[in-house]
Nanobody
Framework: QVQLVESGGGLVQAGGSLRLSCAAS????????MGWFRQAPGKEREFVAA????????YYADSVKGRFTISRDSAKNTMYLQMDNLKPEDTAVYYC??????????????WGQGTQVTVSS
């Protein structure tokens, strides 16, 4: 399995930006698809973005398309989520995920501990 640790969350005003990082450990990092999910209070965990094991084929939830950018650096065993033009509805705990597939929570093999993102209006 892959161990995941997120960082980079915080408080930002609407329209601002944050960059989340997910550091992975484990020799099989490069063979996993990776992604980001988020969970707001009282809501289910939802898919945000994912990227293939090679760093290609990024895809996004409609709610963040055009504002968020996912990337990974296999040499550093790290994945990123650049979040621009943040909105109050982006407020949630953001989770890093890795697995054979990461399109839905049931497919995920490894989760990070989560990092809080709060967007004020």
């Amino acid at each position: 399995q892959v161990q995941l640790v997120e960082s980079g969350g915080g408080l930002v005003q609407a329209g601002g930006s944050l960059r989340l990082s997910c550091a992975a450990s484990g020799r099989t990092f490069s063979t996993y698809a990776m992604g980001w999910f988020r969970q707001a209070p009282g809501k289910e965990r939802e898919f945000v973005a994912a990227i293939s094991w090679s760093g290609g084929s990024p895809y996004y939830a409609d709610s963040v398309k055009g504002r968020f950018t996912i990337s990974r650096d296999s040499a550093k065993n790290t994945m990123y989520l650049q979040m621009d033009n943040l909105k109050p509805e982006d407020t949630a705990v953001y989770y890093c995920a890795a697995g054979v597939g990461v399109a839905a929570p049931a497919q995920v093999g490894s989760w990070g501990q989560g990092t809080q993102v709060t967007v004020s209006s």
